[in-house]
């Protein structure tokens, strides 16, 4: 992404868990909120819950100023097009929380308008089990978010790196490889 790509080797050793760290504290979200889930979402956000003392407390209505998507809610097939074009606008390194049962494997909407799971969209780093999730699943869920950052390689999202891989092979794309 930047200057971390720059540095001298034994800068980087230490550079990497530092980088992680800031990444880990600073999240901004991205709400995707569709459905019921959303009251929940909102409860965690409350000074009861107090999601901002995990360094996630602004949300950005803009995805070019978030860097964690939450997917809050029923996803139809309606949509799933504004969320994939959502995810893509997001600046990389990103993060997606599938948030409840309807977002996780479209519930118990079984049914051709209901789209069953985002992972068949793009991919999706936690998922929080529930119908609604109960706060403390919520927190649990970033907290399991910032674990897996946490031991992340921070030069994964290198643009460079992914460009090249990209130019390497062209035709893959592992997002529509998703929606075969
Ligand atoms: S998981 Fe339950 S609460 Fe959440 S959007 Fe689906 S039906 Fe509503």
Same mark, same amino acid.
């Given at each position: ?6 540095? %001298?080797e034994?800068?980087t050793t230490?550079?990497? %868990?530092a @980088? !992680?760290?800031a990444r880990?504290h600073?999240?901004?979200q991205?709400?995707?909120?569709t459905?019921?889930?959303g ?10 819950y107090?999601?901002?003392?995990f360094g996630?407390e602004?949300?950005r209505?803009?995805p070019? =100023? ?5 997917v809050?809610?029923? @996803?139809?097939? &309606?949509l799933a097009?504004y969320l =994939? ?9 990103k993060?997606?929380i599938?948030f409840g049962a309807?977002?996780?494997t479209?519930?118990?909407?079984d049914?051709y308008?209901t789209?069953q799971?985002?992972d068949k969209l @793009?991919p999706?780093d936690v998922y ?8 403390? =699943?919520i927190?649990?869920g970033?907290?399991k978010?910032q674990?897996k @950052?946490a031991?992340e %390689?921070?030069? &994964?999202?290198?643009?460079e790196?992914k &460009?090249?891989e990209?130019?390497? !092979?062209?035709?893959e794309n592992?997002?529509f490889?998703r929606l &075969?």
């Open positions: 992404m930047g200057i971390e790509n720059q540095l %001298p034994i800068v230490r550079l990497g %868990p @980088i !992680n760290w880990q600073s999240l901004f991205y709400p995707f909120v459905a019921c889930c009251m929940e979402y909102m409860v965690a956000a409350t000074s009861r107090d999601l901002a003392r996630a602004i949300p209505f803009s070019r =100023q978030a860097d964690l998507l939450w809050v809610g029923t @996803i139809n097939h &309606k097009p =994939q074009r959502i995810y893509e606008q997001m600046a990389e390194p993060w997606v599938s309807c977002a996780s479209g519930g118990f909407y049914n308008a789209v799971g985002i @793009i999706v929080i089990p529930g119908c609604p999730p109960r706060p403390e =699943q927190l649990d970033l907290l978010l674990e @950052i031991v %390689p921070y030069d &994964k999202y290198a643009f790196q &460009k090249a990209r130019e390497a !092979n062209p035709t592992p997002r490889d &075969k």
